[in-house]
């Protein structure tokens, strides 16, 4: 590393003088009189008047853009809630009466067949007691091993 002497710092003599008749004259605006403390605070209190009227102005278009989204979901629940209503009412209405007309269905059904096993009764009344004499041994049989069964 190479080390510098002061003779090698110094400036040859007449180049300060050079520089100078050479630069260009800076005119800076007067100075300012230095801010007293109540000029400082007065500042310091409409900065924050200021900033404070910023964030209410912020808050208020944040109040109202949530107010606008609010009352559009509350649109949309609204009809939703309609559509589904109106859904539930009409599948309601089609299974009343497809419950109706089944239930209509099955007790004409159920007549005539009962009015046909009556009339077959009435004509064939062996058939039937010899049906209900098998349906009886058949109980009586079940009945008779449920019981060995249990002891």
């Known amino acids: 590393m190479d080390t510098i002497r002061n003779d090698e710092l110094r400036i040859p003599s007449g180049l300060e003088v050079d520089t100078a008749v050479f630069t260009e004259v800076v005119n800076l605006p007067p100075a300012l009189p230095a801010p007293t403390l109540k000029d400082r605070v007065d500042e310091l209190r409409l900065r924050g008047v200021e900033a404070a009227g910023s964030v209410m102005h912020r808050l208020d278009a944040l109040q109202q853009s949530a107010a606008m989204k609010t009352d559009e ?73 449920l019981s060995h069964r249990s002891k």
């Open 73 to 145: 979901l509350k649109r949309g629940v609204m009809l939703k809630t309609s559509e589904l209503q109106r859904n539930v009412s009409m599948k309601t209405d089609e299974l009343k009466r497809n419950v109706s007309m089944k239930s209509d269905e099955l007790k004409r059904t159920a007549t005539t067949r009962v009015a046909g096993v009556q009339q077959d009764i009435h004509t064939n009344p062996r058939k039937w007691a010899g049906i209900a004499a098998g349906a009886g041994l058949g109980l009586g049989l079940i009945g008779r091993y």
